[in-house]
């Protein structure tokens, strides 16, 4: 009973991988779910295909990815009735991303009734965070009574790497801090000290702390009550500009940063004045936590952007040498796990994400099954 199925249900979207023990038996994505000309008409008959075309004998569990635990997640959750009501309960707080995990859960349950079905939260990693750094300094019972708080997320990446990375510098992972780097589509940094976080970049929601493809990062909230009192945009166009028109698509016009990276290096100055600031923005955060974690043994880029993009990892980290920090440029050109030279004070890492083996392992787990 090694079999695990990871699920990531997006809002037209499945995302599936079948795992015996660390091996991929299967994976796929089921796409334009419900749309004309789609791959199925709902989640049911995709899940239901799925089953048809996989080998599920031996399933020991299903695990979902749920962006948002809340408060009350703080670790991977078999599912019942009352959990999902609380999983339903959060959506105002992720209400692009948990009605769509919620609609995978119900259908697995109902199609697969006999396998528990464990939902696996990107916020759970961050509960860790003590009080200081999670909490905002406003009126403590207005944030008490809306659940105001840092929640973050990337929680699953961020865990499996730091984890990942400890075994690459051959220390327990009890005994190792590390700030990572998330740098994909979204984008967030955590300082992980000997294998909790202790803090992280993303907030209430996903869209502060780092430039992202199409989210701004951090701003300066009073350009919300700016835009809408001197510009009259509604709030939901505000919404849309930060989320779906800002980082790169806004400072750039292009979300994908290999594209821009490729007009950097080509010398449009657009694209160069938008790498810069994504670069100063990964400085400013990993500055943030070498001070939050006091001793800090590896930097860990991952994601797209971070196993991939040498000049990025180059640029974020350049001039760090009086801080323990630098970068070997050929070990950094030919992307291999650690880019720092022999000896370095701070090693720096670059370890591609495995978020789905980590959902199927926290699975595993939460079952009472380690196999
Ligand atoms: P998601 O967050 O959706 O999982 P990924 O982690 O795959 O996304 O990251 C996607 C980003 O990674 C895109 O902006 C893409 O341009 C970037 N990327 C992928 N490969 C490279 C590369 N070789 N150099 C620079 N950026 C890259």
């Not at 049911?44 to 299903?62: I, K, N």
């Amino acid at each position: 009973m090694s079999r695990v199925l990871v699920l990531n249900s997006g809002s037209s979207s499945l995302r599936y991988r079948l795992f015996d023990g660390a091996e991929v038996l299967a994976k796929g994505l089921v796409q334009r779910i419900g749309e004309s000309g789609g791959d199925a008409a709902d989640h049911g008959e995709a899940l239901r295909r799925l089953m048809d075309e996989l080998d599920l004998t031996g399933l020991a569990a299903v695990g979902h990815r749920v962006v948002h635990g809340g408060e009350r997640f703080t670790t991977a959750t078999v599912v019942d009735d009352a959990v999902l009501s609380a999983i339903e309960e959060l959506i105002p707080l992720a209400p692009l991303h948990n009605p769509a995990a919620l609609t995978g859960l119900r259908v697995a349950r109902r199609l697969l009734p006999d396998v528990p079905q464990v939902a696996v939260f990107d916020t759970s990693f961050h509960s860790t965070i003590p009080p200081e750094g999670a909490l905002w300094a406003i009126d403590r019972e207005v944030a008490a009574k809306w659940g105001i708080r840092r929640y973050g997320f990337h929680g699953t990446s961020h865990a499996y790497v730091s984890r990942e990375t400890a075994r690459l510098l051959g220390k327990p992972a009890g005994e190792t801090n590390v700030i990572t780097l998330h740098l994909g589509n979204g984008a967030s940094a955590a300082a992980v000290r000997g294998g909790r976080s202790v803090a992280t970049s993303m907030g209430l929601t996903p869209l502060p702390g780092l430039v992202m493809g199409t989210r701004s990062g951090d701003v300066d909230p009073s350009l919300i009550f700016h835009l809408h009192r001197e510009a009259g945009m509604p709030i939901d166009e505000i919404e849309d500009l930060l989320t779906r028109r800002s980082g790169m698509a806004g400072l750039a016009g292009d979300n994908d940063l290999r594209s821009v990276e490729e007009r950097c290096l080509a010398g449009d100055p657009e694209a160069t004045l938008a790498i810069d600031v994504y670069c100063r923005r990964i400085r400013e955060y990993t500055g943030s936590y070498l001070a939050v974690l006091g001793r800090v043994d590896a930097i860990t880029f991952t994601g797209g952007v971070g196993e991939n993009s040498r000049t990025i990892r180059a640029r974020a980290l350049a001039g760090l040498e009086a801080l323990g920090i630098s970068i070997d440029p050929e070990r950094n050109a030919r992307n291999e796990r650690v880019i720092s030279p022999d000896g370095s004070p701070i090693a720096v890492c670059a370890v591609p994400t495995e978020e789905e083996l980590e959902i199927a392992s926290e699975a595993r787990k939460a079952i009472g099954s380690e196999g």
